[in-house]
């Protein structure tokens, strides 16, 4: 499975981004897909996940500004970021894998496909 994210940028404070994860390759109903982030100097963080069953999980960091969802049709994943903050500047990374555990998606060795990476830059 291979995984392409797009959609960064350079925002203002309080302004939205959205950024797109298409997955191509073979992936099944047991595939999970995440977003994490990562800062300079900062070790990769977990953002969002969307879980088998449906549900979305976050980190406390961004949760009630990011919503993640899905396009089953195109096998994409969308993360839209609101009230953006300066400490949300990072790299953002999708991620994706069938083996995943409920006990694990918050941890990034979990998974086993990556994104490129996309630049996410919020000024003050």
């Known amino acids: 499975v291979q995984l392409q994210a797009s959609g960064g940028g350079l925002v203002q404070a309080g302004g939205s981004l959205r950024l797109s994860c298409a997955a191509s390759g073979r992936t099944f109903s047991t595939y999970v897909m995440g977003w994490f982030r990562q800062a300079p100097g900062m070790e990769r963080e977990f953002v969002a996940v969307?879980?088998?069953?449906?549900?979305?999980f976050y980190s406390d960091s961004v949760k009630g500004r990011f919503t993640m969802s899905r396009d089953s049709a195109k096998n994409t994943v969308y993360l839209q970021m609101n009230s953006l903050k300066p400490d949300d500047t990072a790299v953002y990374y999708c991620?994706?894998?069938?083996?995943?555990?409920?006990?694990?998606?918050?941890?990034?060795?979990?998974?086993?496909?990556w994104g490129q990476g996309t630049q996410v830059t919020v000024s003050s």
């Open positions: 969307r879980w088998r069953s449906g549900s979305v």
């Open positions: 991620a994706g894998s069938s083996r995943v555990t409920m006990s694990a998606i918050r941890s990034p060795s979990a998974y086993r496909n």
